[in-house]
């Protein structure tokens, strides 16, 4: 299937349809094609609202929870964004239509070599992939505006909320690993962090260190 106009527009339903209602978000999500990021594993589904399978045993979120994220960091163009776990690149894709400059890591070298692929057919020169443990997130890049955190921490990781700048906004879903989590807004004002809670989700967990087989 491909991302034709009868496509996108079921897909920017279903998104419109589960809360997403910035027209910044809705546009960037039917500029980039989910497709190129699910890639031969589930063309079929590619357009569907559900998270599906990549390598490594990970997944690409779904897209109303994709969109979700977005419009919670409330990105006007000019953010300097971390995304922590790069999975397919579909998130940080988003991410790069909306911010001044991403930079996305993950701990599996593979995921990180095929998000490359795609950013580099796409021409998503603003975004930068590197393999890490995203736990302690890019220290030598920080501070940043936003940090968008793609797998579930127990609680938001010390050194990440010690990169977000004053004013940030951190986006993080929280809670035992297989459980499901709350996914967490997190604001950084001069006096400390404000938090406030958006909804139920289920990400994969944070994992710490590098990945041993790719
Ligand atoms: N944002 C992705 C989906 C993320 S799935 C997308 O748009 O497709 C969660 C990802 O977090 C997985 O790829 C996993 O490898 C990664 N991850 C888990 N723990 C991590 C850690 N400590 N550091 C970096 N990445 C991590």
């Known amino acids: 299937m491909s991302f034709d106009a009868e496509a996108k527009m079921q897909f920017l339903f279903a998104l419109r349809s589960q809360g997403i209602t910035d027209q910044r978000v809705l546009h960037a999500m039917e500029k980039i094609d989910r497709g190129a990021f699910v890639k031969s594993y589930f063309p079929e589904r590619a357009y569907e609202d559900m998270p599906l399978p990549i390598p490594c045993g990970q997944t690409i979120s779904q897209p ?10 409330e990105l006007t163009g000019r953010e300097k964004v971390l995304e922590i776990g790069t ?27 095929e998000a490359r692929e795609v950013f580099q057919s796409l021409d998503l020169a603003n975004i930068t992939a590197f ?16 940090i968008l955190v793609t797998a579930a921490a127990e609680d938001p990781p010390g050194p990440l909320l010690a990169q977000l700048r004053i004013g940030g906004i951190m986006v993080v879903p929280v809670g035992q690993s297989d459980a499901v989590q709350r996914l967490i807004r997190v604001t950084r004002t001069d006096q400390g962090f404000d938090y406030d809670e958006l909804r139920p989700v289920r990400f994969v967990p944070l994992v710490e260190g590098l990945a041993k087989d790719g």
Request: aromatic share 8%.
């Open 64 to 73: 109303s929870v994709v969109g979700l994220m977005t419009q919670a960091l």
């Open 131 to 146: 393999t890490a443990d995203g736990s302690f997130g890019l220290p030598d890049q920080a501070p940043f505006d936003r």
């Open 87 to 113: 999975g397919s690149g579909y998130q940080a894709a988003i991410l790069s239509q909306l911010a001044r400059r991403v930079y996305t890591v993950d701990r599996h070298r593979r995921l990180v070599a």
